[in-house]
T-cell receptor, first 109, second 110 residues
């Protein structure tokens, strides 16, 4: 079983739609959680950190449920430029980041 | 500010050849990492270096060696390349759990 599991998608949505991605992790000792964005044939880049209290950055909202070991990302009012792969990431000791395989989002006009 | 510089960007090797992937960061970070990314697998950790002078195995270290030459540089060596090592390789420098990646090396072993 992978340590971080994501639905690979693709999620095909029209512009303006709201879309949600989910992720589960198996290591209960994980200390930090993140969403990274990866454009096609590019390196991953940090989108946002995920806190237990939930956090929002513009159109993006991230939630963490430690009891269920579950992380989510909500994107409101999708833009064409949101098309990318979204990687769920956990971190433990020594800054070791564990990446999920990613969820692909395609936003169409 | 260059961030993380990774070379080469593309490489084709024959089975059994050796090569070294170079990585350098100018952000004065202690931690540096090498990942490989394969379709459907996500990024998998090969080796990491928590600080200058230390290196440790990650999830998929077999067939690779690393050198943390100094605080800036962390190289990955394939001693005898195999087709299973065909992948995209990313070097990352990490500070406070935020990872900054190089642009990647697309390696094909034929």
């Amino acid at each position: 079983r992978k340590e971080v599991e994501q639905d690979p998608g693709p999620f095909n949505v029209p512009e303006g739609a709201t879309v949600a991605f989910n992720c589960t992790y198996s290591n209960s000792a994980s200390q930090s959680f993140f969403w990274y964005r990866q454009d096609c044939r590019k390196e991953p880049k940090l989108l946002m950190s995920v806190y237990s209290s939930g956090n929002e950055d513009g159109r993006f909202t991230a939630q963490l449920n430690r009891a269920s070991q579950y992380i989510s990302l909500l994107i409101r009012d999708s833009k064409l430029s949101d098309s990318a792969t979204y990687l769920c990431v956990t971190a433990g000791g020594y800054n070791k980041l564990i990446f999920g395989a990613g969820t692909r989002l395609a936003v169409h006009p | 500010n260059a961030g993380v510089t990774q070379t080469p960007k593309f490489q084709v090797l024959k089975t059994g050849q050796s090569m070294t992937l170079q990585c350098a960061q100018d952000m004065n970070h202690n931690s540096m990492y090498w990942y490989r990314q394969d379709p459907g697998m996500g990024l998998r950790l090969i080796y990491y270096s928590a600080s200058e002078g230390t290196t440790d195995k990650g999830e998929v270290p077999n067939g690779y060696n690393v050198s943390r030459l100094n605080k800036r540089e962390f190289s990955l060596r394939l001693e005898s390349a195999a087709p299973s090592q065909t992948s995209v390789y990313f070097c990352a420098s990490i500070m406070n759990t935020e990872a900054f990646f190089g642009q990647g090396t697309r390696l094909t072993v034929v």
